[in-house]
C-alpha cells in the first residue's frame, strides 16, 4: 500500500515540475529544489517500486 502510494505521488510530483510552456516550473529556479525535487521523486520512485515488487513476489 505505501508502496504504490510512492509511485503515484513521485509521478504526480514529476507532472507537477515538468516545464510548462518551454519555460521550467518557478520553484526549480531556487537552488535547494533545482536539485533536491529529482532526487526526492527519483528515489520516491525507486522504494515505492521495490516495495511494490517485493509485495507481489
Known sequence: MIGALL???????LWFFLPRHGQ???????PFIET????????AFTGGLT???EYVF
Request: charged residues 5%; hydrophobic residues 80%.
Open 7 to 13: 509511485v503515484v505521488l513521485s509521478i504526480a510530483l
Open 51 to 53: 516495495m511494490v515488487i
Open 24 to 30: 521550467p516550473h518557478r520553484w526549480m529556479a531556487l
Open 36 to 43: 533536491a525535487v529529482p532526487l526526492l521523486v527519483v528515489m
